[in-house]
T-cell receptor
């Protein structure tokens, strides 16, 4: 069965640079979520989208923005990167009638140097 | 804010033994789920228990939920070295349930 696809899998950026992470949800899933997991930490919810509109917002810094496109894929844009942004970034998707049943992608490991 | 607290933070057992991990949460919930994460990898969904359920089984997994104590436990029976991973509980809160709040995880090591 198709799973959530994230790209790139690994990304190395320098401080103050910009990064874009992409997420392709499971086919027919209309809701996308982004989570951040710092080293040794639990995943923290950042933001979610339903039908291309932002639906919930968590602990997402103002330097980050995200959007969901007409094909339901989503992008997380991160600007003015800081060392503390180094983390695993997970995307998850679900159908809108079962939002608790979130399927996670393999994650993008972002390293900021 | 962190919803769930995992207990213990780390657990080391011998292959064949049972492993029990606990999770506590603070607010009311719709569902509680357990996820597994191999080192630095993705989160794999293990089992979901609804707020009106008390116990659920799936293969070697047994989950209990006590909403009066706001706690859950995950039991892995007859553990295998391949069960070595971090285990997280995650809750979704009414009414929206559109975000999961994760606990801090238990690192389980199963020694061969």
């Amino acid at each position: 069965a198709a799973g959530v696809i994230q790209s790139p899998r690994h990304l190395i950026k320098e401080k103050r640079e910009t990064a874009t992470l992409k997420c392709y949800p499971i086919p027919r899933h209309d809701t996308v979520y982004w989570y951040q997991q710092g080293p040794g930490q639990d995943p923290q919810f950042l933001i979610s989208f339903y039908e291309k509109m932002q639906s919930d917002k968590g602990s997402i810094p103002d330097r980050f923005s995200a959007q969901q496109f007409s094909d339901y894929h989503s992008e997380l844009n991160m600007s003015s990167l800081e060392l503390g942004d180094s983390a695993l970034y997970f995307c998850a998707s679900s159908s809108s009638d079962r939002t608790y049943e979130q399927y996670f992608g393999p994650g993008t490991r972002l390293t900021v140097t | 804010s962190q919803q769930g607290e995992e207990d213990p933070q780390a657990l080391s057992i011998q292959e064949g033994e049972n492993a029990t991990m606990n999770c506590s949460y603070k607010t009311s919930i719709n569902n509680l789920q357990w996820y597994r994460q191999n080192s630095g990898r993705g989160l794999v969904h293990l089992i979901l228990i609804r707020s009106n359920e008390r116990e659920k089984h799936s293969g070697r997994l047994r989950v209990t939920l006590d909403t009066s104590k706001k706690s859950s436990s995950l039991l892995i029976t007859a553990s295998r070295a391949a069960d070595t991973a971090s285990y997280f509980c995650a809750t979704d809160d009414p009414p929206s349930a559109r975000q999961l709040t994760f606990g801090s995880g238990t690192q389980l090591t199963v020694l061969p």
